[in-house]
C-alpha cells in the first residue's frame, strides 16, 4: 500500500484505506471516496471511503452485537487488552508519526508527543478497567442494606477531531473499553488514517472484532454521518471534541433521546504573567503552549495578558525566541512549527490579524502567510497592544497566532480573562501565593495552570466549564465514569435476633 506514498513505512500493512466493521475492512456502500491532503504541500495523497448516513446502521449493530459479549468480559481480560494495545501504539510510534504529520502537518517531534500522550493514556486506562467498584452499605431503615453496581452504558459514539486524531481516539476509547462499552468512531475528513491504523492495533492487542468501528466520511457527509450516530437508539453515549457552535448541535441532537454526552468544546483561554512572575518560566511555558501544532489545540493561549511593568520585557523575550522557530513540512527534522492542517484556518488567522491591526494594534512579528510555500503556511505572528474590542478577543484563533494585551491591576485581569463564554483552561504566573489562591479560586475554569502550561495529563481530569463543555476525560474515576450506569439495589433482611 505503500506504492506513491510521499514517505515509507517500516510496516507498510498499517497504512488503511478502508473503513472498519465488524472486523472487515470495506468500502462505503455507494463505492465513493474521498480525498486526503497533506497540508505541507496542499497536495493529495490518499483515499479513504466516503460513507454516508445509510452506512452507519451496519456499524452499530457491529458494535451492539459485539457489546453483548464484550460487556461482560472480565475487567482484566479488558485490562490486559488495554496494556497490548499501548505496547503496540509504542512499537509502531515511527510510522504512526509519519502518518499523522502527512494527515495533520505537524512536525514529527509534534507527532511523537501526541503519541506519548496516548501511549501513556491506554496504559492508564488499563488499571482503570480493575478499579470500577461499587458499594454496600447499611441504611436509615432499620433491617434494610443497598448495594450499588456499576455497568457499561452500551454502545458509544466517538466524534474526533483533526488536531490530535491519535490522543483523542486513545483517550475516548480507553475510558469506554475499560468500562466495557463498544464504540463507533468516526474521525475528522483531515485524519481518518491515522485513526484507522489504531483501530488495526486495537484489534491485534485483542479486542474482539466489533468492539472498535470507524467510519471515515468526508467534510460534505460529515453532518449526516454524525447526526444519524447521534439520533440512532442503540448508540448509548456520545462523545464529541470541536468547535462550541458544532458541540451545541450534538447536544441539542442527542437530548430527542436523552444521550448521555461529553462535551470538550471551544477554549479561547487566557494567559496572565504578573510583574512579580519568573518571565523567562512563562517564556518558556508560553512558547510550548502556544507554537506547538501550530496553535491548533483548544488549550492553546489565545490571550496573553500581561502586567504593564513587564509588558515590554516579557513582549522582547516572546519575539526573540519566536524568530528562531524553524517553519517547514512537517517531516523534515528540522522543523519546529509546521502549517496548519486546513485552508481555512490561514483565512480566518488573516481576517483576525487585519481587523486587529485596523483597530490599532500592533504586528510584532510575522502577519502573513510564509511566501513562496505550497502547503497552508502561516508566518508566527505576535500581535502587540491589543484591545477587547478586536476580533481575536472574542474569536479562538487556532493557528500560530498569538496577542498581547496589558493589564494594570489584578482585578482587571480576572475580570478581562473571565469576559468570555468560554471556560476550558488559564493560564497563571505569579510568586505570590496569596494572590495565587485569589486566582484559583476566581478564575472561571475546568483546568488551571500555576506557573506551567502543563496542564494535561492521563491521571487529570479534563475538560471545562461555561460554554467549553461538560464531563471529563482523563483522570481517576471520572473519566471512566462517563461510560458507566449505576443502579442501586434495595436489600430486606429479617430480623434474626
Known amino acids: 500500500m505503500d506504492q506513491g506514498l510521499p514517505f515509507k513505512l517500516r510496516r507498510p500493512s498499517l497504512l488503511k484505506e478502508h473503513s472498519l466493521v465488524d472486523g472487515k475492512w470495506v468500502d462505503a456502500a455507494s463505492g465513493k471516496r474521498f480525498n486526503i491532503a ?114 457499561p452504558i452500551g454502545v458509544a459514539a466517538a466524534l474526533v477531531p483533526w488536531n490530535l486524531p491519535v490522543a483523542m481516539v486513545v483517550r475516548k476509547a480507553g475510558a469506554a473499553l475499560a468500562a466495557g462499552c463498544t464504540m463507533v468512531i468516526k474521525p475528522s475528513p483531515e485524519t481518518p488514517l491515522s485513526v484507522l491504523t489504531l483501530a488495526l492495533l486495537a484489534e491485534e492487542a485483542g479486542f474482539p472484532k466489533g468492539v472498535l468501528n470507524v467510519l471515515t466520511t468526508s467534510l460534505e457527509n460529515t453532518p449526516a454521518v454524525s447526526e444519524a450516530l447521534c439520533r440512532h437508539p442503540l448508540i448509548k453515549k456520545v462523545t464529541f471534541t470541536g468547535s462550541t457552535r458544532v458541540g451545541k448541535l450534538v447536544a441539542k441532537l442527542c437530548s430527542d433521546n436523552l444521550k448521555k454526552v461529553t462535551l470538550e468544546l471551544g477554549g479561547n483561554c487566557p494567559f496572565i504573567v504578573f510583574d512579580d512572575a519568573d518571565l523567562n518560566q512563562a517564556a518558556d511555558a508560553l512558547m510550548g503552549l502556544k507554537w506547538r501544532n501550530a496553535g491548533q489545540a483548544c488549550i492553546s493561549a489565545n490571550r496573553v495578558y500581561v502586567q504593564s511593568g513587564v509588558y515590554d520585557a516579557f513582549a522582547a523575550t516572546l519575539q526573540e525566541r519566536t524568530t528562531k522557530l524553524v517553519v517547514g513540512h512537517g517531516s523534515r527534522a528540522t522543523s519546529t512549527l509546521g502549517p496548519v492542517t486546513t485552508p481555512q484556518t490561514i483565512d480566518r488567522a488573516l481576517a483576525q490579524i487585519a481587523d486587529a491591526k485596523s483597530n490599532g494594534a500592533k504586528i510584532l512579528l510575522g502577519g502573513d502567510r510564509v511566501a513562496d510555500s505550497k502547503g497552508f503556511f502561516l508566518q508566527p505572528t505576535i500581535l502587540g497592544d491589543v484591545t477587547k474590542e478586536m476580533r481575536i478577543t472574542g474569536e479562538e484563533a487556532f493557528a500560530p497566532l498569538l496577542a498581547l494585551y496589558r493589564f494594570e491591576s489584578e482585578a482587571e485581569a480576572i475580570r478581562e480573562a473571565n469576559d468570555t463564554p468560554m471556560g476550558l483552561a488559564s493560564y497563571v504566573f505569579t510568586k505570590n501565593l496569596d494572590r495565587a489562591w485569589r486566582l484559583l479560586d476566581n478564575l472561571e475554569a475546568g483546568m488551571i495552570g500555576l506557573n506551567t502550561s502543563t496542564i494535561s495529563g492521563v491521571d487529570s481530569p479534563f475538560g471545562g466549564l461555561k460554554e467549553s463543555g461538560y464531563g471529563k476525560e482523563a483522570g481517576k474515576d471520572v473519566a471512566v465514569e462517563e461510560y458507566l450506569v449505576s443502579k442501586a439495589i434495595a436489600l430486606g433482611l429479617e430480623s434474626r435476633l
Open 38 to 151: 497533506d497540508p505541507g504541500t496542499g497536495e493529495d495523497w490518499a483515499t479513504a471511503p466516503d460513507n454516508d448516513a445509510g452506512d452507519v446502521e451496519g456499524a452499530v449493530r457491529a458494535a451492539h452485537q459485539a457489546f453483548l459479549s464484550y460487556g461482560k468480559a472480565t475487567p482484566r481480560m479488558r485490562s490486559q487488552c488495554l496494556v497490548k494495545w499501548s505496547a503496540l501504539i509504542q512499537e509502531n510510534k515511527e510510522d504512526l508519526a509519519k502518518i499523522i504529520t502527512f494527515e495533520t502537518g505537524k512536525p514529527i517531534a509534534d507527532s511523537i508527543f501526541e503519541l506519548d500522550y496516548s501511549i501513556n493514556s491506554a496504559a492508564w486506562f488499563s488499571g482503570e478497567a480493575e478499579r470500577i467498584q461499587g458499594t454496600a452499605f447499611n441504611t436509615s431503615v432499620p433491617g434494610k442494606k443497598v448495594i450499588t453496581v456499576k455497568q
